[in-house]
């Protein structure tokens, strides 16, 4: 049979090649009709369930989380609770397919736990939930030895971040995946390719499929199976540059892979846990067993190393149900739910090594209402003009600042984060905030970090480093690459070229100077 290539989408770079292993969406999934052959559907999906929360409890017990994976297989237990079994069968009588009867019983399950008043019950309430999501995914654990290439409609973030390891890359048929679903991807050094359409949905389990996450091609039984691009490099000693200025490299995550995987690779610690997109399905604001459970492994794998944690960042692509339509972002809708945010800031702690990053911070007056809420150091998020505009009240009030270079990008500039294509965050007008930020760090002397897209562009690097950044975080499979670009760096040098940069008239005129300065600007994104 010929090679046939599906054209989508590039979401995450490098090229991967397997054999295709389907997961279904349980929405689109319209059942047999036969009510006794959706109710052997949703126990086996039930008790495969159960198998995987034993497999992620026997991993979470060998990085040492024994605690946490406690709390994890209870869900074994509930995924053969005869009262689910019972309600599922009530409801595949009323003609539901599997997956939904599985999300409904599951529903009805968690409703009556937490009615109870037991805060351990409650929380268990999380659990029925989260064992019902997983069920009626279709989620399995692909069988016989990998690589392979999940093949889905869409995915949601939290899937990418707890993949199997033997996925060696993603296609999905959805134009609109969640594209923090992609960053995950790319920060694990996952080729994935989006808005590949219908057609891949018709390919078989076991199919061979290539992804070109660089041209965003799916390629159907490829004639040559293309060499695998996911490097895993390893950094070794600390990031100092060739004149002796130290810089922190750290790993941004949203669960226990990547930063298994930042660590593994050389990073020094967590400088951005997206603890959002753990809960973006959720029907209400987590309470803070919620968040302990989500917080638990990563904190294990970290010991004292930093781990900074970011509180929800909920708002705009990253809305759950119970808060669609709202229009409030960041740290300013936490702090119209204080309950909410003191639940996460408890959870979060302040032992030594955690630090508490704030979302699209607006004023001083943010960080010190959170101040008020915890001991644990507090960063400020630059991540708006207006932000950058009163940086140097804000830098007094926090205790380090961190640039959000995603979203400050898109508001100077005035463009969509999540459109394909190149975003030009080495544009002057936004090396011009950065510059700003860097001069309120320098004066209030102030750890500055950069935790956006950038801190792992090839272009921005140099000019990071030179405007006196002094930690670059960034997604696991660029840990190593951002290590070798700052030891290759001469601090004073940079500076120089920054300051240069702020005079060009636009992006490509920064890119001229940073060629004639020698900078190796390499394949920008690449693996990021
Ligand atoms: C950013 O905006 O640069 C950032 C790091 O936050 P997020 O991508 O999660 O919005
Ligand atoms: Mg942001």
Do not use: Y
């Not at 946490?68 to 869900?75: L, M, N, P, W, Y």
């Not at 079994?85 to 599951?106: K, S």
């Not at 930063?259 to 846990?273: F, K, N, S, T």
């Amino acid at each position: 049979m010929g090679e046939r290539r599906l054209h989508g989408l590039a979401a995450a770079p490098g090229v991967a090649a397997g054999r295709v292993w389907r997961v279904g969406a349980a929405a689109d999934d319209a059942g047999s009709g036969d009510p006794q052959a959706e109710l052997m559907r949703a126990r086996a999906a039930l008790l495969r369930a159960g198998d995987e929360i034993t497999a992620l409890a026997a991993r979470l017990r060998a990085d040492g989380a024994a605690e946490q994976a406690d709390i994890v297989e209870t869900g074994v237990l509930m995924a053969a609770d005869p009262a689910l079994d019972a309600a599922v069968e009530a409801a595949v009588a009323r003609g539901l397919a599997a997956p939904q009867a599985i999300l409904e019983a599951c529903e009805q399950l968690a409703d009556m736990l937490a009615a109870i008043e037991d805060p351990v019950l409650a929380a268990r309430a999380d659990d029925v939930r989260s064992l019902g999501r997983r069920a009626a995914a279709g989620r399995a654990t692909p069988s016989g030895p990998g690589p392979f290439i999940l093949v889905a409609q869409d995915l949601g973030p939290a899937d990418v971040a707890e993949l199997d390891e033997r996925v060696a890359g993603i296609a999905l048929a959805a134009g609109g995946a969640s594209a923090h679903a992609a960053v995950i991807a790319r920060g694990l050094g996952l080729p994935m390719v989006v808005g590949v359409g219908a057609p891949l949905l018709e390919l078989a389990d076991g199919t061979s499929l290539a992804v070109d996450g660089d041209r965003g091609d799916a390629i159907v039984d490829p004639r040559v199976a293309p060499p695998a691009r996911r490097t895993r490099a390893t950094a070794t000693g600390p990031a100092v540059t060739r004149d002796g200025v130290r810089v922190r490299i750290l790993v941004n995550a949203a669960g226990a892979a990547e930063v298994r995987v930042g660590l593994a690779a050389g990073a020094e610690g967590v400088g951005l846990l997206r603890t959002e997109l753990a809960f973006l399905d959720a029907a209400a604001w987590p309470d803070e067993a919620a968040h302990r459970r989500m917080l638990e492994p990563v904190l294990a794998l970290l010991g004292n190393r930093t781990a900074t944690v970011r509180v929800l960042d909920f708002g705009g692509d990253k809305t759950p149900p119970f808060l669609r339509g709202i229009s409030a972002r960041g740290v300013a809708l936490l702090l119209d739910q204080p309950d909410a945010l003191a639940a996460q800031l408890r959870a979060i702690g302040a032992a030594e090594g955690v630090r508490v990053l704030l979302p699209l911070v607006r004023d001083a007056a943010d960080v010190e209402a959170v101040r008020a809420l915890t001991t644990a150091p507090l960063g400020a998020m630059i991540e708006t003009t207006d932000a950058a505009t009163r940086v140097d009240e804000i830098a007094a009030a926090a205790d380090f600042l961190s640039i959000g270079t995603n979203d400050l990008t898109a508001d100077v500039l005035g463009v969509d984060r999540f459109a394909p294509g190149d975003v030009a965050t080495h544009h002057p007008r936004v090396l011009a905030q950065i510059a700003r930020v860097g001069e309120a760090a320098r004066a209030h002397e102030r750890v500055l970090e950069v935790c956006g897209e950038a801190a792992s562009d090839p272009r921005m690097i140099p000019l990071l480093v030179g405007f006196g950044v002094t930690e670059l975080s960034v997604g696991a499979a660029r840990v190593a690459a951002t290590h070798a670009a700052v030891r290759a760096l001469d601090a004073g040098a940079v500076a120089q070229l920054a300051s240069a940069a702020l005079e060009a008239s636009d992006a490509a005129e920064v890119e001229r100077l940073l060629a004639e300065a020698g900078h190796e600007l390499g394949e920008v994104g690449d693996g990021a």
